[in-house]
């Protein structure tokens, strides 16, 4: 029992990681509608995002196949989790760069009707297609590093739990400053590249990614602060 709490400890750190980037996207995403269903749009996407992946464990051996190869393209293998980390990537990337050009190049007034036209059953399906990219990823990430089950489901319980309490601050953080939004959709973008990246075998480490999200978020910080003395 005690040799596995550190294992424990480690994947709900790592889990608590990995889920920052669907906190950040479904936050976003809850931005489009009023006010009184954001929570609602945070609360279905985390608890779905739960539901995945304690089912996805329900059936590990079939998530193990998925590291399986299927065919091979010029070279390069692909397997079940490489084309859904290719789909995801794509997806991401796709999502991330559209509402970076409707915050940059659409009019104020454009911005107000795309964000009416909005409804929430279409970004629910938006937030499940990205928690079943991530949720795969984490659950064959959580295979590599601990051997019980009920580690696994510990640590995916924890993380969750975690999520649903950061969720509402970080949003709320997002949506009180503008610019973090811009700098969180490149976050985004750069998350799509890594899957896309790791779904064609060519891995960007993890480190790197965070540690630049980190520098950028340190510097957006400092010159809003700047700014703030300035006037």
Not at 3 to 12: A, K, M, T, V
Not at 145 to 151: D, I, P, S
Request: aromatic share 10%.
């Amino acid at each position: 029992m005690i040799d596995s709490i550190i294992p424990l400890l480690s994947l709900i750190a790592l889990e608590i990681i990995l889920g920052i980037d669907n906190i950040i996207f479904i936050s976003i995403l809850a931005d489009k509608l009023p006010e009184k269903e954001r929570n609602k749009l945070r609360y279905w996407g985390l608890g779905l995002a739960m539901a995945m992946r304690l089912c996805l464990l329900a059936i590990i051996s079939w998530i193990l196949k998925l590291d399986q190869t299927l065919f091979t393209v010029l070279g390069i293998e692909f397997s079940g989790k490489g084309l859904i980390l290719i789909f995801g990537g794509l997806f991401l990337i796709y999502k991330s760069t559209k509402e970076i050009y409707h915050k940059t190049e659409t009019a104020e007034g454009d911005n107000k009707t795309t964000n009416q036209v909005q409804n929430f059953g279409k970004l629910l399906i938006e937030v499940v297609i990205l928690d079943l990219v991530f949720s795969i990823d984490s659950i064959i990430t959580a295979v590599g590093m601990v051997k019980e089950l009920w580690v696994m489901y510990a640590a995916v319980i924890v993380t969750v739990a975690v999520m649903v309490v950061a969720s509402k601050p970080i949003s709320d953080f997002i949506l009180k400053h503008p610019s973090f939004k811009i700098l969180a959709l490149c976050f985004l973008m750069i998350i799509g590249v890594s899957l896309l990246a790791e779904g064609f075998h060519f891995e960007i480490p993890k480190g790197y990614i965070y540690f630049s999200m980190a520098f950028a978020f340190l510097v957006d910080i400092i010159q809003m602060k700047t700014e703030r003395k300035k006037t």
